[in-house]
């Protein structure tokens, strides 16, 4: 045990008790030995199944309760070398923030026309092809970008005196502001290269900033397209604005405190359930047609109030064996719910409106003095 | 050189409290000192606006920024003898601002309401200031941190916004559009970006992180900061008969405003973030903690301002009062406290007493002021969608008895806040330069990194904030010129609303002016339940030959855009109601103009009956 720790140790270049304490870590999260692990870390094939395990358990970064403590994460030697792992090397290496070392790095490389791994591996001291053979003889990880998660998920908050402490006193400054940069990189009206190649995201930066720093210019945009010209009548209390008087009026173009009542649309939206049995059109189904001078043949002009009565009262409530014009026997067709129950009187007489004006084709206007409802009934709302 | 700028600035600032202060306590004891012209409350309120803005913020700022920038360099201020030219520009200016406006000088442009002559003195103060702040700045041009960033544009834009100022207006509701640019140049753009730049500063001194260190976050909060509050001067013309897509565009940046405020405000967090505990120096930390909440509670309020909904249900002159106040008395007074803490050591005497009474103070005042607006807004709606009563004549009563116990609370936490800025100076012993010590190691960030420069170069910054500024011109206050509806006079205009010069009307608008009427009455009719049966609603060419249109929000008293053509209209009454409010209507919180010559009422009255 001992023996592989130290193993692990000298791979990783961390300490000890560092490792161990990451490793325990590990072992915690995803239920298995601290032995394990190391083996697993230290390359042991025999102690394989857990670690296959690995990459899905340890995906969860809001685990991670701590400030995102970089500081163990740079030693870890990195299974494939990329550039972000040469930059933690080399941000441990000199003690700065990874995002400085990182543009520091593209903007030496540019001047020295080498390549960014080549600078960082120069500034992290150690030699780029010495550090791939290792990493491709290593046993390939299932998810190479997840392997310096053990130490991350190592609980900083506990005291370790093995830990670099100078790093350990920079990086809770340091390591949120590499988060920002990723957030910062699409909006930023001074898009900076070195930004664009930030390591990958880490926890303790809240994902929802970067969102919100799209979406919050995007419904600006939106309202811009919506409402090019203001809003429409009746939005944001709005009103109409009468072109000759210039007096404010209703939508509807009536005087301001007016309510029009619109009962045909009312009646509209109320057949809605009638349609299951008369259907959508009219044309019947369960119910009797309504269509084709179907509806003005038993309730003709003039009968609306003997309409409304029968759509209240239904065939289980109808005090006569027949009803209608045509003297039609009651339940002959089938059984007519009331609806005196479920709809206002004005519900009720809205919907016969409706179905006199729209299937029967009874004038509007004859049909609201039929119906009872006059003349569009504009009631004054303040009269009262 | 910033102490002497300290200095004469709170000397200001005691002299705009006082000012300020009165006018409050005026608006809910009206018959306080009303007896002369030189008190009355249409003279003092713009008279303190111009101290506290113009004078206090400004210079204390600006006077700072000269500390944070040789704090930042490391050098000694440079052009000192310019700077002091600065000093006595800015101070003359605005003392004559004030002045004038007391003795009657007034402008009648909402936001610039000295003459141009003593505007003329302050923007040539702020140039030469502008000049000294970025000689100091150019020698770390490319690595002036955050602060730096802020500091050098706000200046700058403080000065061409100032310059912008001195343009003779067009007439009508483009002119208003210009003031309303104007106003957001040097009221918005300036104080919030300033208070930031000095909060970035107080931050990083008292949290031990170094103020040039490149911050990405901080650069999106600079650039989104500056882009939208550019835009935000047209809040107060939601609805008006401004062009409906100069609108849209205040509307759609005061949304886009809460970039830069989750930008700044998560930023400074990860400043102070794990380490608020170990700050020796509590009360700098106070003093910007408080300046942030107040700048990110003014821009909630300056979107609810300007959103259609809601700003339809406000009263105006109280949301834009309260605004005022979290700006300048909440962010931009807490942000020169902070940055003037860490200048003296953050060890003075007596802070946390200043502390907690002048938190008290901005806390209740503009809260006063923002529920106050709501709850006389909500009756407003009231009245005329339930028929009942209309917001002018006797129906006024209800919109000023159900703001006054709000009135009461602001003006007595206005007088708090006073009291805590007189016993602070007074108890101010230490003068301390030696900072406290930080507790924990700065950090050392080598600034030979090349990529450390990257985000915010010299070049950048001085592209960047003109182009900015300029596209801001462009789209609020150029453009809103060539739109023909807003310049084509109407019917009305052309009928009634038109004054000849040595017309008796003309010599009415002068009065109105100068005892400035407009702070309390508004001249527009928005086409909202509100503003039911106060007659036609406004439109652009109502006002094409008013130069300056005197749109504006405010309405203390009712709204006199058609209060001519209006039921019941009677001269005699405004002559009577002008000279003793209070006789036919014991409600009135309107100022006795008792004062005025008998010529002069003539000349108002006859002005009022114009307004048709």
């Keep these: ?157 506990q005291d370790s005196a093995s830990a670099p402490t100078s790093a350990k006193e920079e990086e809770p400054e340091a390591a949120p502001e590499v988060d920002v940069i990723e957030a910062s990189a699409p909006e930023a009206d001074t898009p ?193 | 050189m910033a102490g002497k700028y300290v200095l004469v600035a709170t000397f200001l600032f005691v002299l705009g409290l006082v000012t300020t202060t009165l006018a409050a306590l005026q608006l809910v004891l009206p018959d306080l000192l009303s007896g002369t012209a030189y008190t009355t409350y249409g003279r003092l309120a713009p008279a303190g606006r111009a101290l506290l803005a113009s004078g206090w913020l400004t210079l204390a700022g600006l006077g700072l920024s000269f500390y944070v920038l040789s704090q930042i360099t490391g050098q000694e201020l440079r052009r000192k003898r310019l700077a002091m030219t600065a000093l006595v520009l800015i101070a003359f200016g605005v003392f004559a601002t004030a002045g004038a406006l007391i003795g009657g000088l007034s402008s009648g442009i909402p936001g610039q309401e000295g003459p141009i002559w003593t505007r003329a003195i302050s923007a040539i103060g702020y140039l030469a200031a502008s000049l000294v702040i970025t000689a100091m700045a150019k020698q770390r041009a490319d690595r002036l941190g955050a602060a730096g960033w802020y500091i050098t544009a706000a200046s700058w834009w403080l000065t061409a916004s100032a310059l912008f100022g001195l343009i003779p207006l067009m007439s009508g509701i483009p002119g208003s559009i210009q003031a309303a640019f104007v106003y957001a140049g040097t009221n918005r753009l300036f104080a919030v970006s300033l208070a930031v730049g000095l909060l970035y500063f107080a931050f990083s001194k008292i949290s031990g992180v170094d103020p040039t260190e490149p911050r990405p976050l901080a650069a999106l909060g600079f650039w989104s900061l500056t882009l939208v509050w550019a835009f935000m001067g047209g809040v107060e013309l939601i609805y008006s008969a401004s062009p409906d897509w100069y609108e849209t565009l205040t509307i759609a940046f005061a949304i886009a405003a809460f970039v830069p405020l989750l ?51 406000v009263q105006y002159s109280t949301w834009t009062t309260g605004l005022e106040t ?89 007088v708090l806040y006073s009291i805590a800025q007189v016993g602070y100076l007074l108890r101010i012993r230490t003068t301390s330069s030696e900072l406290l010590e930080v507790s924990e190691a700065p950090i050392e960030y080598d600034l030979q990194f090349e990529g450390a420069v990257r985000y915010l170069t010299w070049r950048r910054l001085v592209w960047g904030a003109t182009a900015v500024w300029v596209a801001a011109a462009l789209f609020t206050a150029i453009l809103p010129m060539m739109d023909n509806t807003s310049t084509a006079s109407s019917l009305t205009a052309d009928r009634f609303r038109t ?43 109502d006002y094409a030959h008013e130069d300056p249109a005197l749109v504006t929000g405010m309405r203390f008293g009712p709204d006199l855009m058609r209060v001519a053509s209006r039921e019941g209209f009677d001269p005699s009454f405004v002559r009577s109601h002008l000279i003793d409010p209070r006789s036919a209507r014991p409600w009135s919180i309107m100022p006795s103009y008792s004062y005025l010559s008998e010529a002069d009422i003539d000349a108002i009255v006859s002005y009022i009956e114009t307004l048709r």
């Design chain 2, 326 to 414: 979290l700006i300048v008395l909440g962010g931009g007074s807490f942000a020169i406290f902070a940055a003037n803490s860490v200048r003296r050591g953050g060890r003075a005497s007596g802070s946390s007493f200043h502390f907690s009474w002048s938190l008290i103070g901005v806390a209740g005042a503009s809260v006063a002021f923002l529920a106050g607006g709501a709850v006389s807004g909500f009756s407003w709606i009231a009245g005329p969608s339930s028929q009942l009563f209309p917001n002018y004549g006797p129906g006024y009563e209800i919109a000023v008895a159900s703001l006054a116990p709000f009135l009461w609370v602001a003006a007595i936490s206005l």
């Design chain 2, 499 to 541: 004054y000849e010069a040595g017309t008796l009307e003309l010599q009415g608008r002068e009065i109105y002016i100068s005892e400035g009427c407009a702070e309390c009455h508004s001249q527009s009719v928005r086409p909202i339940v509100t503003d039911v049966g106060l007659g036609a609603v406004s439109v652009a060419g």
């Design chain 2, 263 to 313: 930008a700044i405000v998560m930023d400074l967090g990860l400043m102070l973030k794990g380490r608020t505990a170990s700050i020796p120096d509590r009360a700098t930390l106070r003093y910007g903690v408080v300046a942030g909440l107040a700048l990110a509670t003014a821009t909630i309020v300056n979107f609810l301002a300007a959103w259609r909904a809601t700003s339809g249900a």
């Design chain 1, 192 to 384: 900076s290269e070195e930004a664009k190649e930030t390591p990958g995201a880490r926890s303790g930066y809240p994902r929802w900033l970067a969102a919100a720093f799209v979406l919050i210019p995007l419904l600006a945009i939106i309202y811009i397209l919506l409402t090019p010209s203001g809003p429409d009548c009746g939005n944001a209390g709005q009103l109409l604005v009468d072109p000759t008087t210039g007096q404010t009026v209703n939508c509807d173009g009536s005087a301001f405190g007016l309510v029009q009542a619109d009962f045909f649309a009312e009646g509209e939206i109320l057949y809605v359930q009638c349609a299951a049995c008369h259907s959508a059109d009219g044309s019947g189904g369960a119910g009797p047609a309504f269509t084709g001078g179907a509806l003005l043949a038993v309730f003709p002009a003039g009968s609306c109030a003997e309409q409304i009565e029968w759509t209240q009262l239904g065939t289980a409530g109808w005090p006569d064996p027949t009803y209608g014009a045509t003297n039609k026997p009651v339940g002959g067709f089938g059984l007519m719910p009331g609806f005196g129950g479920r709809l206002t009187d004005e519900q009720v007489a809205a919907v016969s409106l409706f179905n006199r004006v729209e299937f029967g084709g009874q004038p509007l206007e004859q049909a609201e003095i039929d119906c009872g409802l006059v003349g569009g009934a504009a009631t004054e709302a303040a009269s009262s």
């Design chain 1, 1 to 157: 045990m001992e023996e592989l720790l130290q193993r692990v140790a000298e791979i990783r270049g961390m300490p000890a008790s560092l490792v161990k304490r990451s490793a325990q870590a590990r072992a915690d999260k995803i239920g298995t030995t601290l032995e394990a692990v190391l083996r697993e870390w230290a390359g042991d094939a025999d102690a394989g199944e857990p670690a296959s395990a690995q990459p899905e358990a340890t995906e969860p970064l809001s685990d991670a309760p701590a400030p995102p403590a970089a500081p163990a994460a740079p030693a870890a030697p990195p299974a494939k070398v990329t550039t972000d792992s040469l930059v933690q090397l080399a941000a441990d290496a000199k003690r700065m923030p990874p995002k400085l070392i990182l543009s520091s790095a593209t903007a030496r490389a540019e001047h020295s026309e080498s390549t960014i791994d080549e600078v960082l591996a120069d500034w992290a001291g150690v030699d780029l092809d010495e550090l791939r053979a290792a990493a491709d003889a290593a046993p390939a990880s299932p998810e190479p970008a997840a392997e310096p998660e053990p130490a991350t998920a190592a609980p900083p908050e």
